[in-house]
């Protein structure tokens, strides 16, 4: 299994009031973690828009175990834990300098086209990139 590891840059303006990361913040982790992944095996999320196609976020959930304060340091670690040629879910795992777990969750996407965001099948519209996340996954 592949896992893609990339330091998340926390800003102060990602706290909240109690001077920890506010939660939504986590989704652009996973976000961060997601691209970071996906061209670390060779695509582009952009060329994906390019061709006519969009992968949304189908289901997202996150569970919070820890909470990430300003000065800290963050990583995301990121892995394909289901494709399936019509959906593909990554998991993610965000632990602070110490190694910790601080959250984890997983996001599902589908991909669409772009003119009426009809659903597609992954392994017709992109072959060679599903076969790369079968070679990858979990």
Known sequence: MYIS???IQLLYADTDMMGVIYHANYLKYFELGRASLIAEVGFSYVEMENSGYFAPVYDVQATYKK???????A?????I???DGIKTIYGYHIVNGKGELCV????????VKKENFKPVAFKKAFPEW??????LKK
């Open 81 to 83: 834990e289901l494709n």
């Open 130 to 135: 599903f076969s790369k996340y079968e070679d």
């Open 104 to 111: 984890e969750g997983q996001t599902t996407h589908i991909v």
């Open 75 to 79: 990583y995301v670690h990121t892995w």
């Open 67 to 73: 909470p990430i304060r300003y000065g800290d340091r």
């Open 5 to 7: 590891k990339k330091e």
